[in-house]
């Protein structure tokens, strides 16, 4: 199904938000890459104008294109995953990189090859960061169902 116009601006803002902490605050997104992937996030990557350059590591330049330019991290944040703090279960919530609440899980998502799904990033440090519009990180997130 398509996203939606909401769904897509959603994404924008938190690629934006995510791109800004990390600046603000160096180390504060955790990332797990998906190691099947990097050919395919250096194919979305150069088609909006970023290439790799030619000694430079494939997987290190797809991750620093996505925590410095919003353009590279709002195209690929359509195949990660955000991972936030244990809830009172133990359990893990998960949204897809629109925001959009999917499930929560005891253990982080292992990845297979036979996945679209780039990084795995771990949000929780920075769910309560102060972002544009007075809200917190957490609220531009679809509310997790306990």
Known sequence: MPATFEQLQRKQRIAKELVRIETERPGSIRMKPNPWCCSFALDHLAEIGYKKPFLASRQQFAIDCFLTYPDACDRLL?????????????????????????????????????????????????????????????????????
């Open 78 to 146: 359509t195949y990660c995953f955000l991972v936030g703090e244990r809830n009172s279960q133990g359990l893990l919530p998960l949204w897809n990189g629109f925001g959009d609440y999917k499930a929560s899980w005891s253990t982080l998502p292992q990845f297979q090859g036979n996945e679209s799904i780039i990084y795995v990033l771990g949000v929780a440090p920075v769910l309560f960061f102060p972002v544009d519009g007075g809200i917190l990180f957490y609220q531009l997130l679809e509310p997790a169902s306990e």
